[in-house]
């Protein structure tokens, strides 16, 4: 079947824009994890949802940062007024159930300029 | 806290021969899962091979295999019979399973060329 999508794929936005990234997850997956990539860098946890119920956001960097998975099927992940240093990927991830395995997305490349 | 070292920020084989990407992580649990992740100039990462931390085999996945070295929290790839689609950033993770939340700890990663 089909993977984890992400939208968009690539987003250019001047400091202090609001931005908004969707994860598809594959369907009926129950767990969706957000991760940020800075350039050169290996993956970092944000949050976790199991479900529609974020279980742990420990990784959001500020209060600019918010994900929502109201359904329990796609989520976004929504940073307020944007800062050069949020320039990043962010990977979206789900898996089957708890403690299964990470399926990643494409990933969305955020540019602030 | 769970930390995870890639201590090869660059790695190059020649195709057809072999390679070792090192990793090294620490950790005070005694039950845990170790990953090799392969993520491609297209980003989309790939998850390469899997260890529990119970089982004392290695485990093996076609030309990937791991040396996975418990007392010494070293967990590293080998990949044989290089091929030019081998060339990715490869990642080395740890799962950490705390209460309610489970995240993927990922190393810095190692960039991995292959000559022909």
């Known amino acids: 079947g089909a993977g984890v999508s992400q939208s968009p794929r690539y987003k250019v936005a001047k400091r202090g824009q609001d931005v908004a990234l969707r994860c598809d997850p594959i369907?009926?997956?129950?767990?969706l994890f957000w991760y940020q990539q800075a350039l050169g860098q290996g993956p970092e946890f944000l949050t976790y949802?199991?479900?529609?119920?974020?279980?742990?956001k420990s990784g959001l960097p500020s209060d600019r940062f918010f994900a929502e998975r109201p359904e329990g099927s796609v989520s976004t992940l929504k940073i307020q007024r944007t800062q050069q240093e949020d320039s990043a990927v962010y990977l979206c991830?789900?898996?089957?159930?708890?403690?299964?395995?990470?399926?990643f997305g494409p990933g969305t490349r955020l540019t602030v300029t | 806290a769970q930390t995870v070292t890639q201590s090869q920020p660059e790695m190059s084989v020649q195709e057809a021969e072999t390679v070792t990407l090192s990793c090294t992580y620490d950790?005070?649990?005694?039950?845990?899962?170790l990953f090799w992740y392969k993520q491609p100039p297209s980003r989309q990462m790939i998850l390469v091979i899997r260890?529990?931390?119970?089982?004392?085999q290695n485990a093996t996945e076609n030309r990937f295999s791991v040396n996975f070295q418990k007392a010494a929290k070293s967990f590293s790839l080998k990949i044989s019979d290089s091929q030019l689609g081998d060339a990715a950033m490869y990642f080395c993770?740890?799962?950490?399973?705390?209460?309610?939340?489970?995240?993927?700890?990922f190393g810095k990663g190692t960039k991995l060329t292959v000559n022909p």
């Open positions: 991830a789900s898996s089957s159930h708890r403690a299964a395995e990470q399926y």
């Open positions: 369907s009926g997956h129950v767990s």
């Open positions: 949802f199991q479900n529609e119920a974020q279980l742990d």
């Open positions: 950790t005070s649990e005694s039950d845990y899962y």
């Open positions: 260890q529990e931390a119970y089982k004392q």
């Open positions: 993770a740890y799962r950490r399973i705390q209460g309610g939340s489970e995240k993927l700890v």
